[in-house]
């Protein structure tokens, strides 16, 4: 060989030949490290590379025991390859371990070695070490990436099993410590202070001989700014992972990692619905860690999914708040509520409707609604198809009962009592269900029954007087018993008005009575819209005429047919036509419309008259009420028109309204929903 043992040294001969020149050659410009060692360990050759690989040249390590460079946790592990290889001829032996860079880092190599001890021409073990660091930072990187994935996939079922939200937390934070073999795992929630962010750690991990911090004072409503880390701030507030090194650091950051005890650190933020909420950090104690893009994919998936959980906890915590507020309205309101489901079974029953219904939810609930209670449309007990709650599941309608519709609960105890309600569909717990709310009126049904009776009994009582009233005033106006004088006979015509505006007022007092006990009966016609004005505006010509008002009607062509009430309907286009004439000035105009909408006709009254000022306007409809202009421009009148066809449209399952603006005019509408006469005509 170009080589010979000699007092522990390698030399190079003079006798080298040119095979022995091309060996020599090819060893020292390989890419590895070669290396020639005694059966001691003791370097006795190694090749140039270990300048380019380990910094070191050849002088510094010839003579020198291997094991100064290898790591001190892996030297046994080397020792006894070494050994095994002394007893092996001509068998390679591979190993792995940490050899020491002149710059004091530590690189991982992977050493081959055959045994040529018993060759003199090289005395020794010869060795080839290869710098594998890179692979095996990137193998490393993989295994705690997969151990990472797996201890997420671990978390993530404890966050949807476990029922305390700390217990999940401080289980990944430890999951995630394990997998990654750091010293402290943790969570900041921050806490936005004006235009600034502060965080305080509550939960952690710490691994074996390393203190807690969630009692540190320092770590409480911390400013990343002022603590001298506002470069980590403004990465977290822009959603990036921050990694940071006692090496790499500015001179205030590696102050305050000191301060810590660490070495390096990872942050991750976490976002919940869009918005910054805090971070997961890692702290290394030991080592300046560099992590690979493999590991913070990884961890950012972790931080999502703290980030997912606390938007999931946010909304069970809305969801729980809207329950209890739910529960506390519910549960305080006068009214009963139920809710029954599609199979026409109660879902829920509140305490006000425990109360009326004299049955418990618990009782209750699960039976049938007709199990419940028994409905009376007066005396005779309702077809349970004809129920509001009923008609709700079938056809996804809201049903408004109200008094004068005369229904009554009868409860499964006996007692019956009369209801007004609305029930509405609604969709709960992923079923269609109907809501009812109800009301138990036996009291207003008292009080508007005597209402009714002292009104009916208060006017019959009148008309006697009123007639006899009438009769005199009439025989003294034409003379019958004597000549009057002039001013006499403006008297005795004054009495006979105000008799006859009386005898009006009685009347539609009565009428009124009588459509809100609920006694009107309709009797159901077609209608001639077209025919049915001309009848109505020949009748009130005078009224127009006198003041020349001028009158239009517009009917549209889809609206040519009405069913309806005829008597009721003329009732009510004559009060509101009688507005019309009385409060629009001479020269004025009134325009009578009947226009088609879906599910009804509607018809309008225009008129160009004084108009409703806007505070009297919620009034309008209110018995005895008058607009405060109406009563300076014309002080006699009832009040009681507006309210009669009001009561008269709603009667029929119509709607009354109006717009109005003072001294430019008002348009009253109402509706008559679309219906089909029966073979019966009714």
Excluded: C
């Excluded at 860690?289 to 809305?318: F, H, I, N, P, Q």
């Amino acid at each position: 060989m170009w080589w010979s043992k000699n007092r522990n040294q390698l030399k190079s001969t003079d006798q080298d030949s040119g095979q022995e020149f091309y060996w020599r050659a090819l060893l020292e410009n390989s890419l590895d490290l070669v290396v020639v060692l005694d059966a001691a360990g003791k370097i006795i050759y190694l090749t140039p590379q270990v300048k380019r690989l380990f910094g070191y040249e050849v002088a510094e390590t010839t003579d020198k025991n291997i094991s100064e460079f290898i790591h001190p946790e892996d030297r046994g592990r080397v020792a006894k390859t070494i050994a095994d290889g002394l007893l092996v001829k001509d068998k390679p032996q591979i190993v792995e371990f940490r050899l020491r860079h002149k710059d004091g880092s530590w690189r991982v190599v992977e050493a081959i070695g055959a045994n040529f001890l018993d060759n003199v021409a090289v005395g020794g073990l010869i060795v080839s070490i290869r710098d594998v660091t890179d692979r095996s930072r990137a193998e490393e990187a993989a295994q705690r990436r997969d151990a990472i994935l797996e201890a997420l996939g671990f978390a993530a079922e404890r966050f949807l099993t476990t029922a305390s939200w700390r217990k999940s937390v401080e289980n990944l934070l430890e999951q995630l410590g394990t997998a990654t073999g750091v010293s402290h795992a943790y969570v900041f929630e921050g806490e936005r202070v004006g235009k600034e962010m502060l965080f305080t750690i509550n939960y952690e991990w710490v691994s074996r001989g390393i203190g807690s911090r969630l009692n540190d004072p320092r770590l409480t409503r911390l400013s990343l700014s002022q603590m001298g880390l506002g470069r980590l701030d403004k990465e977290l507030m822009s959603g990036r992972v921050v990694q940071l090194s006692v090496g790499s650091a500015t001179e205030e950051e590696r102050k305050v990692l000191e301060g810590f005890e660490v070495k390096s650190l990872l942050i991750i933020p976490v976002v919940a619905e869009h918005e910054p909420w805090g971070f997961i950090g890692l702290d290394d104690h030991k080592n300046e860690r560099e992590w690979s893009m493999l590991e913070v994919g990884s961890l950012k998936a972790a931080a999502d999914l703290l980030g997912a959980s606390v938007a999931r906890l946010r909304l069970e915590k809305t969801i729980e708040e809207e329950r209890d507020r739910a529960d506390a309205i519910i549960s305080s309101m006068s009214e009963g509520l139920v809710v029954v489901g599609s199979d026409e079974r109660v879902i829920i029953l509140n305490p006000a409707a425990e109360r009326m219904l004299q049955i418990s939810a618990a009782e209750a609930t699960g039976r049938r609604w007709s199990e419940v209670i028994t409905i009376l449309e007066g005396v005779e007990e309702k077809p349970q198809p004809a129920w509001p709650v009923m008609r709700t599941l079938k056809d996804g309608v809201r049903v408004q009962v109200e008094l004068r519709d005369n229904l009554y609960y009868r409860t499964r105890a006996g007692r019956t009592f009369p209801v007004v309600m609305a029930t509405a569909p609604l969709q709960f717990g992923g079923m269609n269900t109907a809501v009812l709310v109800f009301r138990d009126m036996t009291e207003e049904k008292k009080i508007d029954e005597s209402r009714s009776n002292f009104i009916a009994i208060a006017s019959h009582q009148l008309r006697s007087p009123l007639t006899t009233i009438r009769w005199y005033a009439e025989m003294l106006s034409t003379g019958d018993i004597g000549k009057l004088d002039k001013l006499q006979k403006e008297f005795a015509e004054r009495i006979l008005q105000g008799a006859t505006r009386m005898n009006e007022v009685i009347k539609l007092l009565l009428a009124l009575t009588k459509i809100e006990s609920g006694r009107t009966e309709m009797e159901l016609t077609e209608i001639d819209p077209r025919a049915f004005l001309a009848d109505i505006l020949k009748e009130m010509e005078h009224d127009f005429v006198d003041k020349r008002i001028r009158v239009a009607s517009v009917i549209d062509p889809k609206a040519a047919q009405i069913v309806g009430d005829a008597s009721l309907l003329r009732q009510v286009v004559i009060n509101i036509l009688g507005n019309a004439a009385r409060y629009t000035p001479a020269e004025g105009s009134v325009e009578i419309r009947v226009g088609s909408d879906p599910g009804e006709v509607v018809f309008s009254v225009r008129d160009t008259g004084i108009g409703i000022p806007d505070a009297d306007k919620p009034k309008i409809f209110q018995k005895f009420f008058r607009a405060s202009n109406a009563m300076r421009l014309l002080p006699d009148g009832s009040g009681l028109g507006l309210a009669f066809a009001k009561s008269l449209v709603e009667a029929w399952g119509g709607r009354i309204w109006f717009e109005s603006k003072e001294k430019q005019g008002t348009i009253f509408y109402f509706s008559i929903p679309l219906l089909q006469l029966k073979k019966d005509g009714r």
